[in-house]
């Protein structure tokens, strides 16, 4: 659709300068939505906002997302005006992402990622918003989250925030001497997608009691991790991490879900597999590894599940 308004568009080109300034604007706007899709899937937006069990439309909510709080069910934010994000401005959606707040003022439950989307850049937010607004609305109507008391009392959420929640710009810092200047970029890039977009912390980094990420033990597993299911030390850990892998094994496994012993992937990574890293290029997947390769080795073991 989007490419035969590009058609169209040219073919009035020769009619007037105004035209041509109208092509060029399309064509921006077709580069920003193709750049959103791509912040969308390193984002793994798709996941907790699609009912793929239910098979609901894309985005239209209904995915539950069990934890130890209860069951969070992902709201629908599709552009529809009543029961999606229709009605929001580009600022309303730069606030829910960067400071955790919705339109009305309410503070989010941290089950939304944004303390890792807060230090999203704002173009990346500003493209994923332009292609947010070229999908699909659906009618579906929210329904409440399933918490367990007290979490159910939102405010509470208030108090979580003030403890835990420093929303703020990203900084990649410096890199460790052993990546070198050659690989500043990769290690900068790696470390956006890993602490930012592919929130990969808030499922790996185990929690303290009230669900705050403990900074120390940075992607060194989390033995209750979402759907109850233990996710493992991808900290460089020979033992208990992924120490013995090389970066291609890394890639690989980003790309297609197979580890370096021939097992695949399962459960809630399988998903981020297929949505978010597996749709990545090859050279953020490179940048990823590279990232995860520098972390401080940690040794902390997390036992595997049966099978
Ligand atoms: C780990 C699951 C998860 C991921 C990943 C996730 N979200 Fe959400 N999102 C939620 C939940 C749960 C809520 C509801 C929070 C609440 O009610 O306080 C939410 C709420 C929202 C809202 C507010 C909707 C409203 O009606 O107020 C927006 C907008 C949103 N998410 C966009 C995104 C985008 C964009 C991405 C990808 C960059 C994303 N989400 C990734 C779980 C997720
Ligand atoms: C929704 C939760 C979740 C998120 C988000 C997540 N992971 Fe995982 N990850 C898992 C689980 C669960 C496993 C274990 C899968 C298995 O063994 O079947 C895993 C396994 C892995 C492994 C293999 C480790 C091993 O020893 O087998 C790597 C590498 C990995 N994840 C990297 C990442 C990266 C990089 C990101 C961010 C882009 C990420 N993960 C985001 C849940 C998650």
């Keep these: 659709m989007l490419r035969r308004g590009l058609i169209l568009a040219a073919l009035f080109l ?43 439309a894309p985005l239209a ?23 999606g994000i229709g009605g929001w401005t580009l600022a309303d959606f730069t606030r829910a992402l960067r400071e955790g707040v919705s339109p009305a003022g309410d503070p989010y439950y941290p089950a939304f990622p944004y303390t890792s989307f807060s230090r999203m850049e704002e173009e990346d937010i500003a493209d994923l918003w332009a292609w947010l607004q070229s999908v699909e609305p659906a009618d579906t109507e929210n329904v409440g989250h399933e918490l367990d008391f007290p979490y159910g009392w939102r405010w509470l959420t208030g108090v979580w ?4 929640f420093s929303p703020g710009d990203f900084e990649a810092g410096e890199p460790p001497a ?17 602490r930012v977009l592919g929130h990969c912390s808030e499922c790996h980094t185990p929690r303290g009691g009230l669900g705050a990420m403990n900074d120390d033990l940075f992607l060194a597993g989390n033995a209750a991790g979402a759907e109850g299911e233990p996710v493992p030390n ?5 033992a208990t991490g992924i120490g013995g892998w090389s970066l291609a094994d ?14 695949f992937a399962g459960g809630a990574m399988a998903e981020v597999i297929d949505h978010t890293t597996g749709k990545l ?3 953020d997947r490179r940048a990823i ?4 390769m520098s972390l401080p080795a940690v040794e902390r073991r997390i036992a595997r599940p049966p099978g």
């Excluded at 969308?40 to 239910?54: P, Q, S, W």
């Excluded at 130890?68 to 992902?74: E, S």
């Excluded at 052993?178 to 890993?194: D, H, I, K, S």
């Excluded at 590894?289 to 995860?292: K, P, Q, R, S």
């Design 61 to 83: 909510g209904g995915r539950r997302l069990k934890t130890p709080f209860g069951d969070f069910i992902g709201p629908n934010i599709t552009p529809d005006p009543d029961h």
């Design 178 to 194: 052993a990546v070198g200047e050659e690989g500043r970029e990769p290690w900068e890039r790696g470390a956006y997608l890993v």
């Design 14 to 56: 020769p009619l007037s300068g105004a035209t041509a300034q109208e092509v060029r604007q399309e064509a921006a706007d077709e580069a920003a939505i193709r750049r959103g899709e791509y912040v969308f899937n390193a984002g793994g937006c798709y996941g907790c906002h699609t009912d793929v069990k239910g098979k609901g």
């Design 289 to 292: 590894a590279v990232f995860l």
């Design 281 to 283: 290029t090859p050279a």
């Design 234 to 238: 991808i900290t460089p850990d020979r």
């Design 161 to 164: 925030r003030a403890l835990y």
């Design 250 to 263: 890394i890639e690989g496994y980003l790309e297609i879900g197979m580890d370096p012993d021939g097992d």
